[in-house]
Structures are given as structure tokens and as C-alpha cells.
């Protein structure tokens, strides 16, 4: 089965500022790789995601993600981020049936 | 295009009683998905269903938790009796799934639960 890890449950940073959320997984068959972001009282929207292809992918909101096959990994970045992006961030990863998700980050947004 | 939507947002129970949650899948996805997510970790999946078919529910605590979608389209998730342990967010989530290759599942904004 397959598992993700997130390596800090908060990130706080300055606005425009850069920012790189880290998200490890492990998988013993080929996976796709997803980034869902969590508003307040909200329910989880699609930032991103990987199946194959380019190992850069770029999401909405100016975020993007790089597949490391190698490390196994899958950060997520954004160049300058804004206060609008304070959210719960959660890497997943699907296996043939089911999705895994980390256990989130929690990114602050200061001014 | 509706996203998935799920009523209701929030629910208030005493502990023993009963609850349910309702969720309407987005239009032609066939596979829907039910998770609890506990405050501050990832959702968790209860119960994958292809169509009518429940081809999952491992993780849902069989005892207090059932769950249907007879026409393989909307679905309800039902607790009885609700305990303390169970205040979360319940998530309902819908994808297409074709043979072994699954799409990305969009979730609904989910139900609040909080058992006193």
C-alpha cells in the first residue's frame, strides 16, 4: 500500500515571500501524486496533480510541484505567495484504487 | 457544472443518537468516495463505491457506521448510535474510474459533526 508524508504540519512565511511545501511518499507500484488545498469550513480543491509526462507541474494559484522519482518526492512551491493563500495544503497519492492523503500543512500567511 | 454537494453542513447530536449525511456525486461519475477527517489530519477513507457497489469499506467501523447508494448516484452515510469519537468532518467525494486507472476525485465541502 501506498503512504505520504508530510514533513512539517506548519509553514509560516511573509508575504511574498517564497515557499516549498514537502510531501514524501512510498509505493511499491506507479502512483499519481495530487496537491489539495483546504479553505476554512471548506471542502478540499485540486491544486495540482501528476500521472505522467513532465515532472514540473504547474496548478492553479501561481503553484506549482516537481516529481522526483529518484527521492521520491513531491514539493510544492510558489514563488511569492499572498495572504489569500493561508490554508491547510494535503499531499495525496493513488494507488490502482485508493488515495492516501498526508496528514497536512498548515500554511500562515503574514503581512 | 454542480460539484458535489453534500447537506447537511453541520449537525449537532447528543451522544447514542442517530445522524445521517447526504451527498449527490457530480453528474456521470461512477465512484464515490466517503472520508472522515479528524481536526487536524487528512481525510481517511470509510467506503468506495463503483456505481452501486460498496468495493471498499474496510475501514468503516461496521458496527455503528453503514452506508448505500442504491441507484449509483447519491448516497447516504449513517451513524447509530453516534458515540463522542465520532465529531469530524465527514467529506463525500466523486471521480471516474475506468478500469484500473483512476481520475481525480472532487470533494464536496463536507459535514460538520459534533456529538456532545
Known amino acids: 500500500a501506498q503512504s505520504v508524508t508530510q514533513l512539517d504540519s506548519q509553514v509560516p512565511v511573509f508575504e511574498e515571500a517564497p515557499v516549498e511545501l514537502r510531501c514524501n511518499y512510498s509505493?511499491?507500484?506507479?502512483?499519481?501524486l495530487f496537491w489539495y488545498v483546504q479553505y476554512p469550513n471548506q471542502g478540499l480543491q485540486l491544486l495540482l496533480k501528476?500521472?505522467?509526462?513532465?515532472?514540473l507541474v504547474k496548478g492553479i494559484n501561481g503553484f506549482e510541484a516537481e516529481f522526483n522519482k529518484s527521492q521520491t518526492s513531491f514539493h510544492l512551491r510558489k514563488p511569492s505567495v499572498h495572504i489569500s493563500d493561508t490554508a491547510e495544503y494535503f499531499c495525496?497519492?493513488?494507488?490502482?484504487?485508493?488515495?492516501?492523503f498526508g496528514a497536512g500543512t498548515r500554511l500562515t500567511v503574514k503581512p | 457544472e454542480a460539484g458535489v454537494v453534500q447537506s447537511p453542513r453541520y449537525k449537532i447530536i447528543e451522544k447514542k443518537q442517530p445522524v445521517a449525511f447526504w451527498c449527490n456525486p457530480i453528474?456521470?461519475?461512477?465512484?464515490l468516495y466517503w472520508y472522515r477527517q479528524n481536526l487536524g489530519q487528512g481525510p481517511e477513507l470509510l467506503i468506495r463505491y463503483e456505481n452501486e457497489e460498496a468495493v471498499d469499506d474496510s475501514q468503516l467501523p461496521k458496527d455503528r457506521f453503514s452506508a448505500e447508494r442504491l441507484k449509483g448516484v447519491d448516497s447516504t452515510l449513517k451513524i447509530q448510535p453516534a458515540e463522542l469519537g465520532d465529531s469530524a468532518v465527514y467529506l463525500c467525494?466523486?471521480?471516474?474510474?475506468?478500469?484500473?486507472?483512476?481520475?481525480?476525485?472532487?470533494f464536496g465541502p463536507g459535514t460538520r459533526l459534533l456529538v456532545l
Open positions: 495525496a497519492v493513488t494507488g490502482p484504487h485508493d488515495m492516501r
Open positions: 467525494a466523486s471521480s471516474i474510474t475506468t478500469g484500473q486507472h483512476q481520475e481525480t476525485q472532487y
Open positions: 501528476y500521472l505522467s509526462g513532465s515532472t
Open positions: 453528474s456521470g461519475h461512477n465512484t
Open positions: 509505493s511499491s507500484v506507479s502512483v499519481y
